[in-house]
């Protein structure tokens, strides 16, 4: 079973730059394409950012574009969302997510919940205004 651990989360001044990190506890036999989702209070979860297991592809959600980045180190094993220019609405909990199926595309970067199969514990941001 993959467990996913995720840091670097907390309180930062609306403009600033947080950066998470996620990896997975134990062995891995390969690369998963990886996503990062959020939840606020009362509302849904939703999608943030992915990156393929190959590394090369990634995806965003229109309204983290030109501000945050996904990225991945294979060699630790550590996938990685950049926040910049924060804003107070960016204020969640953020999850780390694991697509581990075999039957996934290199160039695959998963936008839903669905297709996720292993998820962290939460890191709360929060963006003061």
């Known amino acids: 079973q993959v467990q996913l651990v995720e840091s670097g989360g907390g309180l930062v001044q609306a403009g600033g730059s947080l950066r998470l990190s996620c990896a997975p506890s134990g062995y891995t036999d390969r690369n998963y394409a990886m996503g990062w989702f959020r939840q606020a209070p009362q509302k849904e979860r939703e999608f943030v950012a992915s990156v393929s297991w190959s590394g090369v592809d990634t995806s965003y959600a229109q309204y983290v574009k030109n501000r945050f980045t996904i990225s991945r180190d294979s060699a630790k094993n550590t996938v990685y969302l950049q926040m910049n220019s924060l804003k107070p609405e960016d204020t969640a909990v953020y999850y780390c997510?694991?697509?581990?199926?075999?039957?996934?595309?290199?160039?695959?970067?998963?936008?839903?919940?669905?297709?996720?199969?292993?998820w962290g514990q939460g890191t709360q941001v929060t963006v003061s205004s």
């Open positions: 997510a694991a697509d581990s199926r075999i039957t996934t595309p290199a160039w695959s970067t998963p936008l839903h919940t669905s297709e996720y199969d292993h």
